[in-house]
């Protein structure tokens, strides 16, 4: 979502108008927002997330998902395969003794969803002794750039960013809760709704759809 909020800022200069990224996780995003701090616009990768900010602020209209995701397996050394997803096996010869990179499975959007995909897997229970938890998908995806683990689970949309990995396998949907980007309108500036209506804009659409996204606007 970085490059579709450096998208976003790029076409409202152009009219004018200043927008400022703030990134980080959903989660601690929406608590920050709860908590007062100043926002327009909030992308959220968790609908949950989505809710609780919702429920905290009085007078918002409801959020509108603009896109899906879905999860892949990386590594950033070539001939890494894992051909099926639930024995352990497959997974313990690609870990080799070290850990796999995921998201914190309590709060960050893409550890919550791999956790649920990996306990449909029936995997869970042995894996989660051996993963490296980290604060957003950011930081996993850098993990497994720099080989500090031989694989981690991203946003198919942070692997088709980077050049430095690639995908061992995807990891089916139906595992998972469906991976949506809610995003809500929080202020009654003019300037905040013309940027906010670019979200869910036929050019935005296409933007997300060369990232990798699943345009899900409506």
Do not use: C
Not at 65 to 71: R, Y
Not at 89 to 113: C, F, H, K, M
Not at 138 to 154: D, H, S, T, Y
Request: proline share 4%; no cysteine.
């Amino acid at each position: 979502m970085t490059q579709v909020v450096e998208r976003l800022a790029s076409t409202a200069s152009t009219q004018g108008i200043k927008v400022k990224g703030v990134y980080g996780s959903s989660s601690s995003l929406a608590r920050q927002i709860s908590r007062g701090a100043p926002a327009d616009i909030f992308i959220s990768a968790n609908t949950q997330w989505m809710s609780y900010l919702e429920e905290q602020i009085e007078g918002v209209k409801p959020s509108i998902t603009i896109a899906g995701n879905q999860l892949v397996l990386v590594s950033g050394k070539e001939g890494v395969t894992l051909d099926k997803l639930d024995e352990l096996s497959n997974w313990n010869q690609v870990l080799d003794g070290q850990r796999l990179a995921i998201g914190e499975t309590n709060t960050v959007p893409v550890g919550i969803y791999a956790k649920q995909a990996l306990q449909n897997l029936d995997v869970w229970q042995s894996l989660s002794k051996h993963t490296a938890p980290m604060k957003n998908t950011r930081a996993v995806l850098a993990m497994v750039e720099r080989q500090q683990v031989p694989a981690g689970i991203v946003y198919l949309t942070d692997a088709n960013q980077s050049q430095q990995v690639h995908i061992v396998s995807d990891i089916p949907t139906e595992l998972y809760e469906p991976i949506q980007y809610p995003a809500l309108l929080l202020s009654d500036k003019s300037n905040a709704k013309q940027v906010y209506k670019a979200l869910y804009s036929k050019d935005m659409s296409q933007y997300l759809l060369e990232l990798g996204f699943t345009p899900l606007t409506h």
